[in-house]
């Protein structure tokens, strides 16, 4: 005798790409891909990620910074989100997106600042509504919810996008967080930058999930996969989410497989666990090899605008690292300035000892 | 002979541990296959297999949340948490059921179980990686809450701590974590836990600690015995309970006493210390109890954390003031 | 001997040109150390060494064109292949390392029984002030804490045991010492000195009686001398009648029974007498010794003038009467011998003001001036 049941509910998660790992295009591009200006800026700025990058940890290594967390692979992710945001969408990031806050405005100096010690870092000169990184894992998925709520009780069409590594999927913020934004249909998009490595632990160690995008269908949020390190796949995907969640469609889960081409952070040492020959392979996957090949095949792009373009990122990011180097110390009593609006009657006292065993007062 | 750091004498203990109990489970973010990101776990996996010695995925509630329901069943999980920072998610787990299930229970069910996590600040690490928010767990009725600060003393406590039956968080200074090397021997011997440890006799002040503070506090000493001031100085350890009879032996003595830690001043453990010597030793002390402590303000990123850490000049000053009673 | 071939810079390059050179044939290298700047089509890299090992031959000069793939430099020995990176041992941060090792000197506190003395910190401020012992009281206190009480107590407990030929003080002679002490811890004393001119006294009068006459109509007069002054409760009280203390000296010591209602008592001087009588065999009753509002002390049996005699609280008066004398004074603008009477006013100035003092004085004065 056979049970008699019927299937209540399936899901489906999509994965895409626009350009291989040589850069053909593996479909027709849609219209807003077509645009050189557009391609252009998107390579240009994967370009400045890396090289600032690169130059955060080399100043990392020369004791200039403190422990830096690299984005070195992972360009298109932050590139391509944050060229498909708009004016005053707010982003609510981990640590490892470096080229949204770039993309939209935000300086190469506030993130040297806020990894070489300095709290001024997170006080944005231009992006003035985004979160700074959160470094508690998953802790931003509840406050782009909350950010998200605002949005929607004040009826706004701006959008929230947080951003989380595979590793911070594990998280019972992110679930829970997932499961508000589904339940109260908010206007949140949900980037996980698949990178497959939270530290030491792979991923096949973090979940046995096929795909992380499906992590919302258990809150009832649409996901999809698609090519990290194909920045014109991650814009696009954005772009469509963002049109959808500004309509009222609720939130949407976008997971960017992409691979960590650096160490956890500048301490770490990832040859302990990497597999070598797995890293070897990743290396034809770079996303900025990619669009270059794609755009010197459109004939967008030749070998004087490289030269021109890296002359002008080495000038730009000379400039941060000097401004980062010669920002004037904040005051001591920094220590205390921000913690309230108005600092209580207990700490003036503790404020007047630090200055005391500075051997100087300040009025 | 092992001279061995701090990390290293966590790491023999662990070992230990894992060797001579069978029920003993390590587990936590990234501690089998590297060793854990200070290196605490190193080469566990490798010699005690992944049976024993797990990488979990990232999720600071669900490590002590499962903890709590391993020991319940009669394991001894040991359990890692990366960074005193993140043990916030955890805390639920931690004061609602870890603390409790004991007395729940009327001692049916319990938690033998011990939390280690890398604590304190001056590693110049980024936010949110220089917490020192022990007191909120020593405010805790049923947990113990023991700080090393030496090699010797990382491997008795923790020894001590894993065979307690009772639910630990053992909190390592990282600050100090390679800055002392001591030859420890292997040979499974703990230390009591509840009990306050004697670094340096004195009779003129009495100088409480515990952690990385100890460093500082014992240049302090050593700065006021060429001023002729004799100083006695006292390691906490177990924070809690807290061994408060100790300190007033030797606050009967000496007539003085300077507390020292690197927490914030209000609702410190210090504030703690110094009540338990104004109900209980009163009649002994020559001048008011002093506390050096780090500010009420969040630790500063490493740009400004020199400015926030209690300094040597600081617990001299400290020393001064009670002096100058009579 | 190993070859190091050009490594691709980037991207696909085909070639770089050599634009410095950092290293010589016979240089030792560590790995990652840069051995050559080479320029690209994009910019000057460094390369840096695949191995530690000692250089062997430069294969190019600057300005030469190397192809990707084609010899860089040959190495002539190999110490090392493995790019280590140094472990740093966090994830975070920068640990600090020694290499120092240092021995263990903590021990687990020992605990051993209190042996010390049990008083607040105020109750020793007081023990210093009173010049107390501490160690010689027992504390009647919490928990056998030493109270300020025990310790005012202890200023008349003997705290110490004599030295050989001191002999302690017994009976009456103690009684006195801790009246003496009370007084001085609590009476604040000041005193006017006047003498009385007896010229005009009739024969026969009685010195005791016609004092104690003054005295109780200067209390008439000026009642503030005549009062009882709480110090606890910061109040005092006046009295009508005057209960006199007399200082009656004997070879025991000193005794001050009270004559009641002193004012107009016709039994004066058989109570003074049956009072000596008392002192000398050792039966005046207790109760007879206290309670008295105002007290007179005549010393000058013998001999002395004036003098500061001790106010006994709750009093706040005491009259101390000097030997009368035959003095030269100045009468009516000429120089004669009269009998003078010195008088010695002591009050407790918390009390009594000195106008109230003078005044009394005065009528006091005046009464002994009189005939009879």
Known sequence: ?363 | MSEITLVEAVTQALAYELAHDENVIVFGEDVGANGGVFRATEGLQKRFGTDRVLDTPLAESMIVGMAVGMAAEGLKPIAEIQFMGFIYPALDQIISHASRLRNRTRGRLSCPMVIRAPYGCGIHAPEHHSESTESILAHIPGLRVVIPSSPTRAYGLLLAAMRDPDPVIFLEPTRIYRKIKQEVPDNGVALPLDRCFLLREGTDITLVSWGAMLTETMTAAQNLQQQGINCEVIDVATIKPLDIDSIIQSVEKTGRCVIIHEAAKTCGVGAEIAAQLAEKALMSLRAPIQRVTGFDTIVPLYKMEHLYLPSVARILNAAHEVMAFE | MKVFNLPDLGEGLPDAQIREWHVKPGDIVEIDQPLVAMETAKAVVEVPSPWAGEIGELHGSVDDIIDTGAQLVTFKTITSTHAEKKDTGTVVGHIERTNAVVPETAQVFERTSSQNIKATPAVKQLAKQLNVDLTQITGTGPNNTITAQDVKQATTQVSAKPAADFEPLKGVRRSMMQTMVKSHQEIVPATIFDEADIAAWADNQDITLRIIRAITHACKIEPSLNAWYDSAAQARKLFTDVNLGLAIDSDEGLFVPVIEKAQNNSELRNIINTYKTQVKNRSIPTEKLSGATISLSNFGVFAGQFATPVVVPPQVAIIGIGKIKDAAVVYQEQIVVHKMIPISLTFDHRAVTGGEASRFLYALMQDLKEAN
């Open chain 1, 1 to 363: 005798m056979s049970i008699q049941s019927q299937t209540v509910a399936e899901f489906a998660i999509t994965y895409s790409r626009f350009l291989d790992a040589e850069g053909h295009p593996t479909q027709d591009l849609p219209e807003s891909l077509k645009n050189a200006d557009t391609l252009r800026k998107l390579y240009e700025y994967m370009v400045l990620n890396r090289t600032f990058d690169a130059k955060a940890v080399a100043l990392q290594r020369t004791g200039k910074m403190g422990t830096y967390p690299s984005s070195a692979g992972q360009e298109a992710i932050g590139v391509g989100v944050g060229a498909a945001m708009q004016e005053g969408d707010v982003s609510v990031p981990y640590y490892r997106d470096h080229g949204a806050h770039l993309i939209r405005g935000g300086s190469i100096e506030e993130i040297y600042l806020l990894w070489g010690g300095d709290e001024r870092g997170n006080d944005y000169a231009t992006l003035k509504q985004d979160f700074p990184v959160a470094v508690p894992i998953a802790s931003q998925s509840l406050h782009a919810v909350g950010v998200a709520k605002a949005i929607q009780y004040r009826k706004q069409s701006r959008a929230v996008v947080t951003f989380i590594g595979d590793g911070g999927t594990s998280e019972g913020d992110f679930y829970e967080a997932i499961n508000l934004a589904g339940v109260w249909k908010l206007p949140v998009l949900f980037v996980i930058n698949n990178n497959f490595w939270a530290i030491s632990v792979p991923l096949s160690e973090q979940t046995i999930c096929k795909t992380l995008a499906q992590k919302g269908i258990a809150a009832g949020v649409s996901g999809e996969q698609v090519d990290g390190n194909d920045v014109l796949a991650v814009t696009y995907a954005t772009e469509q989410a963002l049109k959808r969640i500004r309509e009222g469609h609720g939130p949407h889960i976008i997971e960017a497989l992409t691979y960590r081409m650096c160490d956890h952070t500048t301490a770490d040492d990832a040859k302990r666990y990497q597999p070598p020959e797995e890293v070897e392979s990743y290396k034809k996957e770079d996303p900025i090899l990619r669009l270059r090949n794609y755009l010197v095949s459109q004939n967008l792009w030749d070998e004087e605008q490289e030269k021109t373009l890296y002359a002008r990122v080495k000038q730009t990011v000379e400039q941060a690292v000097h401004a980062y180097e010669s920002i004037p110390d904040q005051p001591p009593t920094a220590i205390f300035d921000y913690l309230y609006a108005t600092l209580p009657h207990d700490l003036i006292e503790q404020r007047d000892i630090l200055l005391a065993n500075l051997g100087a007062h300040h009025e």
